[in-house]
């Protein structure tokens, strides 16, 4: 059997901040390019991807960055404290669901509520 070596909690940190910084940046607010110039239309550079998140983190709340590669925090709840991704609310998915709703679902709901029209 292989033997172990115990790695330190500075190595550990030293190791994820060497992948962290290979991440290409995120182009700046205004700045041309934003992956339009690129070829393949499948990317992990925009949305919610953790490298996208983790690149966003690094420009634009740098505080919440280091709690990133201190493992303090994920990439997307650091994301979420920073405002980068919004969390839809319980009523935000309540009014989405209403609007898919047909129509006998509606009336169905409003009468469970006692809120239906009788004469509609």
Do not use: C
Request: aromatic share 6%; charged share 35%.
């Amino acid at each position: 059997m292989g033997a172990f070596k115990l790695v330190s909690r500075a190595d550990v940190d030293r190791a994820r901040r060497l992948i962290f910084e290979a991440e290409e940046p995120v182009a700046g607010h205004g700045e041309i390019g934003n992956g339009r110039s690129r070829v393949d239309n499948i990317r992990s550079d925009y949305g919610t991807s953790a490298e996208y998140l983790r690149r966003r983190l690094k420009r634009d709340a740098p505080a919440l960055w280091e709690d990133v590669v201190s493992g303090v925090k994920s990439a997307r709840a650091a994301a979420i404290e920073a405002g980068i991704v919004k969390v839809p609310t319980a009523l935000d998915r309540l009014l989405k669901t209403w609007e898919k709703a047909s129509d006998a679902d509606r009336d169905a709901f409003l009468r469970r509520l006692g809120l239906a029209q009788e004469n509609r």
